[in-house]
């Protein structure tokens, strides 16, 4: 290769190294514009919702001017400047709510005391239910006895009496007495 050669080469190599540096400065610069037009729009908005407030503002502004003015007794704005008469109404019946409002609540309360109470029992109840439903898996209970009814033996399945047979040997229980299933309390 010839010097020009190798010249030219360096020289089409820096002008591609130029290009790739104008290309992405491009990128930037059109990321830039892009992010610009984006605070423009909201600037924009943020500008007519400025002015929109400052037009409320200074109305209400007027508004107040034209209250002051009319005169030191304040306007009731329910009544829109009634007669007595109505204003003692409305007074009676906000009183006759508020009694209304505090028996309201008082109800509600007992009414979550009970709720309470209630949740309470339940719980107690269930888990008694599990118990007595462990105790007669415990005790040999058929599905078809229920906990609390006494079942007695039929003289037939009757075995001698405790002096003719004796106590079972070593646990002292006699082998004919009857089965009393646990009885739950009453709520």
Do not use: I
């Given at each position: ?108 309360d007992r009414l979550l005391r009970e709720n ?59 082998t004919g007495a009857a089965t009393l299933a ?6």
């Amino acid at each position: 290769m010839s010097k020009l050669d190798a010249a030219s080469e360096e020289e089409v190599a820096e002008w591609r190294r130029r290009a790739q540096q104008l290309a992405s400065e491009l990128q930037r610069v059109r990321a830039q514009q892009e992010e610009y037009q984006r605070l423009r729009l909201q600037y924009d908005k943020l500008e007519a919702d400025l002015q929109q407030a400052s037009t409320a503002a200074s109305r209400l502004a007027q508004e107040n001017c034209e209250l002051k003015s009319l005169g030191g007794a304040p306007v009731d704005s329910a009544l829109g400047g009634a007669d007595p008469l109505a204003a003692q109404q409305v007074a009676k019946q906000m009183e006759a709510l508020l009694q209304e409002k505090s028996k309201l609540a008082q109800e509600n309360d007992r009414l979550l005391r009970e709720n309470s109470g209630l949740q309470e029992l339940l719980e107690f109840t269930l888990q008694h239910h599990a118990q007595l439903a462990g105790d007669n898996e415990l005790f040999g209970y058929d599905e078809g006895e229920e906990a609390g009814e006494v079942v007695l033996p039929s003289p037939m399945d009757q075995s001698p009496p405790a002096s003719e047979a004796g106590a079972d040997e070593g646990t002292g229980v006699s082998t004919g007495a009857a089965t009393l299933a646990a009885v739950p309390a009453s709520a």
